[in-house]
Every structure is written in structure tokens, then in C-alpha cells.
């Protein structure tokens, strides 16, 4: 039987399709060289590679909801190229390894890199998987502000806190943190509506991690007997 650990509430599952989009957003391959606060929008990707962590949420997020607008049809008719689009963009931005680290907690520690990995992959196919698809419903025409950037206590890095703004109703809250990999900013967790990606993650596989292995916990997420679950 196939076993389902709850991702968010009910409510939430829309806008975990949102936070993936914005999320994939979020480039990794940014150096840190700051630009104006009124510096005009990058007119390509290769443009918006440069910038501070506020600036690449910004400019980065509009690239990728305008991708996805001007590609909807063609991920409509091709999974396989929005699987692509998705996993690129996610593997481009998201610090998998140390995220994984956070949601293993306790269970981390002695872990070995290839345990940690193989959990951080197959968690990501899994999202990936099981929400990818929702995409295509979600509300490109949003626009995407960015409220302050501050920095993480110790020195572990920014917190960049930015709106979904919709043409009705309230804005709805993404923070990302994020920290240096090498000269690359990289993000590492996600909060939408104050919902933590590795709390949330942590407290729910805690159970699991407490009877199994890393390793077999990773080998059941990536054949399907435990499954993410939005609640929908």
C-alpha cells in the first residue's frame, strides 16, 4: 500500500503549485555583484545572471511565470518538455543536498553524501512527479513583489520576502532563504503563507526515518510506496 505524508493543508495545494513556479524562478547561477534598485529589467537569462538575491527573485520569477505562460500550450501537449523546463529550473536554483540535510535533521547526522543525495533526488522526483503538472493551472498573469531582504542570524545567509500579487484578494506571502554555494546564491528553503518547505518535510518524515534507513526511506519515495500528499 502506498503510504502518503502530508505536504500542506488542503488549502495550501495551490499554492504549492505557486511556490514550485517561483521557487524554479530563483537562479543559481547568480554572483553576487549588486546593481541599482532602479536598474531596468534584464532583457535575457544570461542578463539576469548578476544581481543581488532580492533582484534575482524578482527578475528571475517573471522570466519563468512568462515562460510558462507563453509555453502553456506546448506543455499541455508535451509533459516531457514541461518535466524538462521544471527540472532544469529546479536544478538550477535549489541547494537539493544541504535542503535535504535540513529535512533529515537528527537523522543526518553520520549520514553519509551518497545517503543525502539519494534522499535530496528522490524527494525532488517526487515533487516534481506529483505537482509538475499543476502548473499549467496556475495564475501566471500575478505579479511578483519583493517586500525586503535581510540577513540570516549566524551568517547562514538572506531572507528574501516577496508577495504574489493577484487582481483579487489578499497577496499571498513566499519568503526564500538563501545562502552562497561557492559564488553562487542558491535557495534552500521555502515558505509560502509562513508554511516552511524543510519543517515541514522534517516533521513528516521524522516518523519514517525513526524505523527505516535514509537509504530505504529514499528507495520508497522514488518507487512510490511513500508519496507527498497536498491534501487535495
Known sequence: MTKKIRLLPAHASALLAGAIAVVTATSAFAQNTAQPANAARPASASAMMQGTPSQLVLNNSQRVLSTLEKRRGE?????????????????????????????????????????????????????MSRYGSSLLDFNTQLRVRVK?????????????????????????????????????????????????YVQTFRSQFDAELQRKTIRQVATELRNGQIKADAGQ
Open 75 to 127: 506543455f499541455q501537449k508535451n509533459r516531457a518538455a514541461l518535466r524538462q523546463f521544471i527540472s532544469t529550473e529546479f536544478n538550477a536554483m535549489f541547494d537539493r543536498d544541504y535542503a535535504a540535510r535540513l529535512v533529515l535533521g537528527r537523522h543526518a547526522r553520520g549520514a553519509s553524501d551518497e545517503d543525502v543525495k539519494l534522499f535530496s533526488d528522490a524527494l525532488a522526483d517526487n515533487l
Open 148 to 196: 525586503s531582504e535581510q540577513a540570516l542570524k549566524q551568517g547562514f545567509g538572506v531572507k528574501v520576502s516577496s508577495e504574489f500579487l493577484r487582481q483579487a484578494g489578499e497577496p499571498i506571502p513566499v519568503d526564500y532563504l538563501m545562502r552562497k554555494s561557492g559564488s553562487q546564491w542558491k535557495v534552500f528553503d521555502v515558505m509560502v503563507e509562513g508554511v516552511s
